[in-house]
Protein backbone atom coordinates (compact mmCIF):
# COMPACT_ATOMS: atom_id res chain seq x y z
CA UNK A 1 0.00 0.00 0.00
CA UNK A 2 1.20 3.36 -1.12
CA UNK A 3 1.79 6.41 0.94
CA UNK A 4 0.66 9.55 -0.02
CA UNK A 5 3.19 12.15 0.00
CA UNK A 6 3.77 14.60 2.55
CA UNK A 7 3.56 18.64 1.74
CA UNK A 8 5.57 20.68 2.90
CA UNK A 9 3.87 24.14 4.24
CA UNK A 10 6.02 27.49 3.57
CA UNK A 11 4.92 30.88 4.48
CA UNK A 12 5.86 33.22 1.71
CA UNK A 13 7.91 36.15 2.50
CA UNK A 14 6.46 39.27 1.17
CA UNK A 15 9.02 41.36 -0.43
CA UNK A 16 9.16 44.89 0.82
CA UNK A 17 9.90 47.04 -2.44
CA UNK A 18 10.89 50.89 -2.64
CA UNK A 19 9.40 53.63 -4.35
CA UNK A 20 12.54 53.41 -6.53
CA UNK A 21 12.38 50.28 -7.25
CA UNK A 22 8.65 50.32 -8.33
CA UNK A 23 9.50 53.48 -10.55
CA UNK A 24 12.70 51.22 -12.16
CA UNK A 25 9.88 48.17 -12.92
CA UNK A 26 7.23 50.18 -13.89
CA UNK A 27 9.75 52.14 -16.55
CA UNK A 28 11.44 48.65 -17.43
CA UNK A 29 7.34 47.71 -18.80
CA UNK A 30 6.75 50.90 -20.50
CA UNK A 31 10.23 50.49 -22.31
CA UNK A 32 8.94 46.96 -23.14
CA UNK A 33 5.87 47.89 -24.03
CA UNK A 34 7.41 50.56 -26.25
CA UNK A 35 9.21 47.56 -28.15
CA UNK A 36 6.30 45.50 -28.62
CA UNK A 37 4.36 48.36 -30.15
CA UNK A 38 7.03 49.05 -32.53
CA UNK A 39 6.97 45.40 -33.54
CA UNK A 40 3.47 44.92 -33.61
CA UNK A 41 3.19 48.14 -36.15
CA UNK A 42 5.72 46.68 -38.14
CA UNK A 43 4.28 43.06 -38.49
CA UNK A 44 1.24 44.90 -39.13
CA UNK A 45 2.52 46.50 -42.65
CA UNK A 46 4.08 43.62 -43.15
CA UNK A 47 0.40 41.46 -43.41
CA UNK A 48 -1.33 44.72 -45.04
CA UNK A 49 1.18 44.05 -47.71
CA UNK A 50 1.04 40.33 -47.76
CA UNK A 51 -2.62 41.05 -48.28
CA UNK A 52 -2.72 43.47 -50.58
CA UNK A 53 -0.81 41.35 -52.91
CA UNK A 54 -3.32 37.81 -52.30
CA UNK A 55 -5.96 40.45 -53.29
CA UNK A 56 -3.97 40.91 -56.46
CA UNK A 57 -3.34 37.45 -57.30
CA UNK A 58 -7.11 36.35 -56.41
CA UNK A 59 -8.40 39.31 -58.55
CA UNK A 60 -5.89 38.08 -61.25
CA UNK A 61 -7.01 34.28 -61.49
CA UNK A 62 -10.46 35.25 -60.97
CA UNK A 63 -10.23 37.46 -64.16
CA UNK A 64 -8.07 34.74 -65.97
CA UNK A 65 -11.00 31.67 -65.12
CA UNK A 66 -13.47 33.88 -66.67
CA UNK A 67 -11.45 34.92 -69.89
CA UNK A 68 -10.53 31.03 -70.65
CA UNK A 69 -14.61 30.12 -69.67
CA UNK A 70 -15.86 32.45 -72.91
CA UNK A 71 -13.19 31.05 -74.87
CA UNK A 72 -14.19 27.71 -74.41
CA UNK A 73 -17.76 28.58 -74.95
Do not use: G, N, Y
Request: overall charge positive.
Amino acid sequence: MTTPRRRIIRSHAIPTTTDQERQRSVQRLRARLDCERVSLARWQTRMRRAFTAVMKHQTRIARLERQIARQED
